[in-house]
C-alpha cells in the first residue's frame, strides 16, 4: 500500500511583507521564515493566497518559492510547497516545472476546475514531472470528492496528500 507523505509538524503560509510602496521586502521575507523554522514550523504553503499571491507578478512568486528554498537549506530542515494554479493545465504545468528546478520539495494544486476529467488530466501532467509530492488542494469550486481523491491517489505515484 501506497504511504502518506511523511510530514509532520504545521506548514505555514507566508504573508508577502511589502515596503510603503508595495515593493517586497525580500529581507524581511528571510527573517520570517528563519524566525518560523526557529520556533518549529515544518515548511511553507508559498506563493499561496495568504501570501498575497494575486498581488504578486509571476517573476516574484517564483522569487519568493526561490527565497524560501534557501532559507530552508541554510537552516538544514523545512519543506517549501508553493500553489499551481492557472488559467489552465498547460499553465499549471509550466509554473509546477519552473517551482520544481528552483528545488522545492512539493508542488500544490490548487486549480478550480469543470471536470473530473480535465482535473485527472492536470493531476497526470504534473505527476509526469517527478515531483518529490503532489498536494491536491480542494476549493469551494473543485469540491474534490472523495472517490476521486482515492483514484487520484491510487493512480499517481507521487500524490502524497490533500489540502483541506
Known sequence: MKELHPLRGIVTTVTTPFNDDLAINWSDLRRTAQAALEAGVAGFLAPCFASEIDYLTVEERFRMA????????EAGRGIVLPNVRGKDAGDCVEQAKRYLDLGVNGINIFMPTVTQ????????????????????QDTKDNELQAPLVKELFDEFDSLRCIKI
Open 117 to 136: 476529467e480535465s482535473y485527472r488530466e492536470l493531476v497526470a501532467a504534473v505527476d509526469a514531472l517527478h515531483p518529490p509530492f503532489l498536494c491536491l
Open 66 to 73: 526561490r527565497e524560501l528554498v534557501a532559507v530552508t537549506r
